[in-house]
């Protein structure tokens, strides 16, 4: 919501968060942030450990002008193929509207092959280690 890319789909099921990689939150409120995901979401144990892994994924991405997809979710799958397809319409005219590629990640293989049906192809992968999935970094250039 800070960076103003939030969208819902119509039917209210789904929703992605998309935003240009340059946005940015001032540090008072990525910090209030921070503290609310220890205390009120992950607790303080894990904290440390989900701030550092999103700090390596972020050195993953090129340092090139991009859409960035943080999260993108659907409630009900039953029904969520027009959702799906209501978000990706969205990601793609927004791609197609800035000129900018949209980046991704995921961990998730039945996912990946998802996403590459729709264009994305895998720029990168990273290993963490201690029995925690590989993350495949993915891309979709624009008016593909």
Same mark, same amino acid.
């Given at each position: 919501?800070?960076?103003?890319?939030? /969208?819902? *789909? @119509? @039917?209210?099921? $789904?929703?992605?968060?998309? /935003?240009? #990689?340059? %946005?940015?939150?001032?540090?008072?409120? *990525?910090? +209030?942030?921070?503290?609310?995901? $220890?205390?009120?979401?992950?607790?303080?144990?894990? %904290?440390? *450990?989900?701030?550092?892994?999103?700090?390596?994924?972020?050195?993953?991405?090129?340092?090139?002008?991009?859409?960035?997809?943080?999260? !993108? %979710?659907?409630?009900?799958? +039953?029904? $969520?193929?027009? +959702?799906?397809? %209501? !978000?990706? @319409?969205?990601? &793609?005219? !927004? *791609?197609?509207?800035?000129?900018?590629?949209?980046?991704?990640?995921? =961990?998730?293989? #039945?996912? !990946?092959?998802?996403?590459?049906?729709?264009? &994305?192809?895998?720029?990168? =992968?990273?290993?963490?280690?201690? $029995?925690?999935?590989?993350?495949? /970094?993915?891309?979709?250039?624009? @008016?593909?």
């Amino acid at each position: 919501m800070e960076k103003k890319g939030a /969208f819902m *789909s @119509d @039917d209210e099921k $789904g929703v992605v968060l998309l /935003f240009p #990689n340059h %946005a940015r939150v001032p540090l008072h409120r *990525s910090i +209030t942030a921070y503290y609310k995901l $220890g205390r009120d979401c992950i607790g303080w144990a894990r %904290a440390l *450990s989900v701030i550092l892994r999103e700090r390596t994924i972020r050195k993953h991405r090129p340092k090139i002008p991009h859409l960035y997809c943080w999260m !993108l %979710a659907v409630e009900d799958r +039953t029904h $969520g193929l027009h +959702t799906i397809i %209501a !978000l990706r @319409d969205h990601i &793609f005219r !927004l *791609s197609a509207e800035t000129q900018l590629p949209v980046l991704a990640e995921t =961990t998730v293989p #039945n996912l !990946l092959t998802l996403y590459q049906r729709y264009g &994305f192809h895998i720029y990168d =992968t990273w290993e963490p280690g201690h $029995g925690q999935p590989t993350v495949y /970094f993915i891309r979709r250039d624009p @008016d593909r």
